[in-house]
């Protein structure tokens, strides 16, 4: 059964940057895409970065340039680094993991707060 734990994030002001890590057990050497969602009130998630096995890496535009998403495939770890941090930053990050393009799984997200 694939597992995952998240850790990092809290709270921060303006401009400054956080780390969000998450570990996926279960996987095997099962290929995976991994990456992070965040979640506001009253709005559905949505793909802030994620990582294939190969390298290739998505942004949302809103972020790129300012975090940067990494993974470790031997350790089936995802990292996402967050800098210079914005109040519409703000949200509950999820870490997403997508085996073998078909089965799906979701961390139990971890509050980011970014003060003015």
Aim: glycine content about 14%.
């Amino acid at each position: 059964q694939v597992q995952l734990v998240e850790s990092g994030g809290g709270l921060v002001q303006t401009g400054g940057s956080l780390r969000l890590s998450c570990a996926a057990s279960g996987i095997g050497n099962r290929i995976a895409v991994m990456g992070w969602y965040r979640q506001v009130p009253g709005k559905q998630r949505a793909l802030v970065a994620r990582a294939t096995a190969g390298g290739n890496i998505f942004y949302d535009p809103s972020v790129k340039g300012r975090f940067t998403v990494s993974r470790d495939n031997a350790q089936n770890t995802v990292d996402l680094q967050m800098n210079n941090l914005k109040p519409e930053d703000s949200g509950v990050y999820y870490c997403n993991v997508v085996v073998s393009g078909v089965w799906e799984y979701w961390g139990q997200g971890t509050q980011v707060t970014v003060g003015q």
